[in-house]
């Protein structure tokens, strides 16, 4: 047997492998399960038939009752459910990008009396329940006669704190000489901020936009509570169609959530790398 001075046998070394890497790939596959088992049940719930969601033990494999997803479909006014969403969900994205850049410039970039308080004032909305403003928010929305309208789902939301904080904290790592050369040459804040500001913090622009969209889509309480009428209802709002005086209509809510969830998992997952990379940039998209 042939042994290395110093060591142990050469097959006994070739044997070492590191368990870190294992370890993490079982971790990742336990989390991953463990985050696709309800989408899974909900699934297999949308496919069964009304007397199998009570049984015990349920069962993890679908029926394949596919005449859930018709029914799910002839319960509530969908195209227009999703063309609203879509509506809201767009324009509460592109404002809240807007104010989330021209914010978030202001506070990274910009050196004025008052910043950091300022700031400090715009955090500390985070901090406040949005349940507890409901009721002001309504009343207010009810003096403005915004009540029922596609504004009241799209102005409130239309700046995002996290979105300031987010983008400030990109333009904050920056080097300050970018914008001091900028200034030299004779370019103006704005330009500062659309020629050189925007195209190095896209990751956390993209961010943003997804976090709002995804916000919107999922909205319900907000829309639930200020809108009456399914012309401008959200598909979340439709939701609480299978909810009745009889009990819920568990196969026929869990087809329409399946539906409604599969547009916002297909662009999660074209957009990912993206989302990921933005998430994991510390520098601000600079090379």
């Known amino acids: 047997m042939h042994v290395r001075p110093g060591g142990a046998p050469s097959h006994v070394r070739r044997r070492r492998r590191p368990a870190g890497p294992v370890v993490r790939r079982v971790v990742a596959v336990a989390v991953g399960l463990a ?17 199998d969601v009570y049984r015990f033990p349920p069962s993890l ?6 005449a859930n997803y018709a029914r799910a479909w002839a319960a509530a006014p969908w195209p227009r459910l999703f063309g609203n969403t879509v509506l809201v969900a767009g324009a509460t994205v592109v404002l809240a990008v807007l104010t989330s850049v021209l914010a978030g410039f202001a506070f990274g970039v910009l050196r004025f009396r008052g910043r950091t308080a300022l700031f ?5 909305v985070m901090m406040v329940p949005q349940t507890v403003l409901l009721i002001p928010d309504y009343v207010i929305a009810q003096t403005a006669d ?4 596609y504004w009241i789902q799209i102005l409130p939301w239309g700046a995002s704190v996290f979105g300031i904080f987010l983008v400030r904290q990109f333009f904050a ?67 609480a169609t299978f909810y009745g005086a009889q009990g819920t209509d568990w196969t026929g809510l869990s087809a329409a959530v399946t539906f409604t969830t599969v547009p916002v998992l297909v662009l999660f997952l074209a ?3 993206h ?13």
Not at 61 to 66: A, E, F, G, K, Y
Not at 120 to 124: G, K, S, Y
Not at 176 to 203: C, K, N, Y
């Open 146 to 149: 915004l009540l029922d309208t």
């Open 173 to 239: 790592g920056l080097p300050t000489e970018l914008f001091d050369a900028a200034e030299l040459d004779g370019a103006g804040r704005l330009r500062m901020l659309w020629s050189i500001g925007v195209p190095l913090v896209r990751p956390a622009i993209l961010i943003v936009a997804l976090n709002v969209f995804l916000g919107s889509w999922n909205s319900f309480v907000w829309p639930f509570v200020m809108t009456s009428s399914p012309a401008v209802q959200p598909v979340e709002v439709g939701l």
């Open 275 to 287: 989302f990921l990379t933005g998430a994991y940039s510390t520098a601000g998209g600079l090379k």
């Open 271 to 273: 957009l990912q790398r």
């Open 35 to 51: 985050f696709l088992a309800p989408f899974w049940w909900v699934v297999t719930t949308s496919l069964a038939r009304t007397s």
């Open 120 to 124: 400090t004032v715009v955090l500390a």
């Open 61 to 66: 494999l679908p029926h394949w009752h596919v």
